[in-house]
């Protein structure tokens, strides 16, 4: 598969009702085991990071309830749906650019995410659950003032938050798009910078706790586990 009109009607009708019955809640997985060139450093703490992301990546994907959007180069695509079909596991597969999460539509050589809001928000997403690669950090004002409203204590948009890359990318864009009501990151399902947890009284990183925190992982697993 190539192209986005490559893609099943009946895979995309089968996600829409999912989506519909998990209440418009859906996991975005981007470009999964994009840190391919691992071969090029075996034996290194750059192998071990990305096996320890894939292992935690395929192991939240199979334990969820809600229904799996996976967005993925299309040169790799038939490689990925090997390896989630031999995990056991289930998403529907849309085919991106190569090197960005963008959808590969036939005749097309812009360069927007604007198709793939479109498509998300005919499934009736309401509330999408990022994970994958890669993540950035920048400055984002529209970020900040999301992550604010679902009640994070993070306040200071002078200081650079998860916003690019093809997965931060894609978070950054359906926050700005305003058609979804809450769009989260899965800090430990991300390679790349991870969202760090700013201290309320002072306003400066925490860089001693860059992963999330229990209680927020609480809040994500009763998304992700509970129908």
């Keep these: 598969m190539e192209y986005f009109d490559e893609v099943s009607e009946k895979d995309i009708e089968q996600t829409a009702r999912a989506i519909t019955a998990s209440k418009g809640r859906a996991v975005l997985i981007v470009h999964p085991f994009d840190p391919s060139n691992r071969e090029m450093h075996p034996n290194t703490a750059y192998e071990q990071k990305t096996r320890e992301y894939e292992t935690a990546l395929v192991n939240a994907m199979k334990a969820t309830k809600l229904p799996i959007l996976l967005f993925e180069e299309y040169p790799v695509i038939e490689k990925t749906r090997k390896r989630l079909a031999k995990a056991g596991v289930k998403a529907l597969i849309l085919p991106t650019k190569k090197g960005f999460c963008m959808l590969n539509e036939r005749n097309d050589n812009s360069f927007s995410r604007e198709p793939i809001i479109r498509l998300l928000a005919s499934f009736g997403l309401r509330h999408a659950f990022i994970g994958g ?17 679902l009640g994070a204590k993070r306040t200071v948009p002078s200081i650079k938050t998860v916003s690019k890359g093809c997965a931060g990318g894609l978070y ?28 309320t009284k002072t306003n400066v990183i925490d860089r001693r706790r860059t992963v999330i925190t229990r209680k927020f992982q609480r809040q994500i697993n009763a998304h992700l586990f509970k129908r």
């Design 133 to 149: 690669s890669y993540t950035e950090s920048n400055y984002a004002q529209e970020v900040w003032e999301h992550e604010a409203k």
């Design 172 to 199: 950054w864009d359906l926050i700005r798009s305003g058609q979804f009501e809450a769009i989260r990151l899965m800090p430990n399902l991300l390679f790349g910078d991870k969202p760090k947890r700013i201290k």
